[in-house]
């Protein structure tokens, strides 16, 4: 094994373990202070003890350790690197002809393998754990629960309708029922529901009134229905079975915080929205930013190089260091003001999602280009 490859090898392994630690004490630091927060709002409710409140916290712990990797990645490379250079490893590293490139391989890689482990197995496992939590926090901690409260008033559905023309559509309208004690987790019911059954121009060909509608497997039942025609005809009152592809678990999650969804099915998910009717935005930003996640790690890695691996003999090392972190919560900033742009329209999907990665990229290469060659 050559002398590159071991040091290589030495300094992932500093890295590996400054940035675990790091994450693991800011992911812990992070959950106190939620757990603090659930206890707060937990104090008025008569059925919400001290092992709820837990159980909400702990559930959150994925989603929180994912939310913070990237700087949890930026800190401990900063404070790996800090010490190498510090004890003047890297120094004698440099001076041996070994180029920072070539050892910042095996961080670079420990990074990647973060941002990966991250967006193909933390995520899934988060988005369950959330979800779980989301509902126990809509349950107990909150005034009101559901779909009822997240939607508002009337519950608006769009979708393909092929049976009176190729390229027709259907939107349906109606007020969602509070489940009632004792029902079925998969039970969704509509009230004061309408159907409209559109031609591909927008020309109406019938519209179906019904005061209950109850979403089965692959359909809805319209309870007691009255169709109208395109000639405003009305039909007699009866039982109408409409084909749809939604589930209630879909109708939920699109109103839910794309965070409780697996990276495995957000694609799938996105284009049952958007055949549905509904944004999906705020999910394809989502999406791009667990793909962009490991790219993301990288970046942070190489930033937390370039800020600390300059010599204490030349001084402004805390200054240097501090600067890293500021960088970070400025890449932080940035990602909240793309993703407003983003969900607001202003700015592709794509670019508002990768903007900080590929910003924090470049920064990163410059410094280390300007700290190698410069």
């Known amino acids: 094994m050559t002398l590159a490859t071991t040091l290589t090898l030495y300094v992932a392994r500093r890295f ?53 990797l990237p700087f949890a990645i930026l800190l401990g490379g900063i404070l790996a690197f800090w010490r190498l250079t510090r004890s003047s490893e890297l120094v004698v590293a440099r001076a041996a002809g070994i180029s920072a490139w070539g050892f910042l391989s095996g961080p670079l890689v420990v990074a990647l393998l973060f941002g990966v482990l991250g967006t193909v197995a933390v995520s899934p496992l988060s988005s369950v754990m959330l979800a779980r939590a989301e509902r126990l926090d809509y349950a107990y901690l909150r005034a009101s629960a559901g779909l009822t409260a997240i939607a508002g008033g009337r519950l608006w559905l769009r979708q393909a309708d092929r049976e009176l023309d190729p390229q027709g559509v259907a939107i349906l309208s109606g007020r969602p029922l509070a489940a009632k004690p004792g029902a079925k987790p998969g039970d969704f019911t509509l009230t004061d529901v309408s159907l409209w059954r559109l031609a591909a121009n927008d020309r109406p060909l019938a519209r179906i009134e019904a005061p209950r509608a109850r979403l089965l497997p692959g359909r809805w039942a319209l309870e007691d ?69 490991p790219v993301l790690a990288a970046a942070m890695a190489l930033l937390s190089a370039g800020f600390s691996m300059r010599t204490s003999r030349r001084g402004g090392v805390a200054q240097m260091i501090g600067a890293g972190v500021a960088a970070g919560f400025a890449l932080f900033v940035l990602d909240k003001i793309t993703s407003e742009f983003g969900e607001a329209g202003t700015l592709p999907v794509e670019l508002a999602a990768w903007a900080p990665t590929i910003a924090g990229l470049l920064l990163a290469l410059a410094l280390l280009l300007h700290l190698e060659d410069g």
Do not use: C
Request: no cysteine; aromatic share 12%; proline share 5%.
């Open 16 to 68: 590996l373990a400054a940035t675990f630690a790091m994450l693991a004490g800011l992911t812990l630091l992070v959950a106190l202070f939620d757990f603090i927060e659930l206890l707060r709002r937990a104090a008025t409710r008569a059925d919400a003890g001290f092992a709820l409140v837990a159980t909400i916290a702990g559930l959150r712990l994925p989603f929180v350790a994912l939310q913070i």
């Open 225 to 293: 229905s009255v169709t109208f025609n395109a000639d405003r005809s009305a039909g007699p009152r009866a039982l109408v079975y409409f084909p749809t592809d939604l589930t209630p678990d879909r109708i939920e999650n699109s109103f839910a915080s794309p965070d409780t969804l697996s990276f495995w099915a957000l694609p799938g998910f996105i284009a049952v929205l958007e055949a549905a009717g509904f944004s999906a935005v705020r999910h394809q930003l989502h999406f791009q930013s667990l793909l962009a996640l």
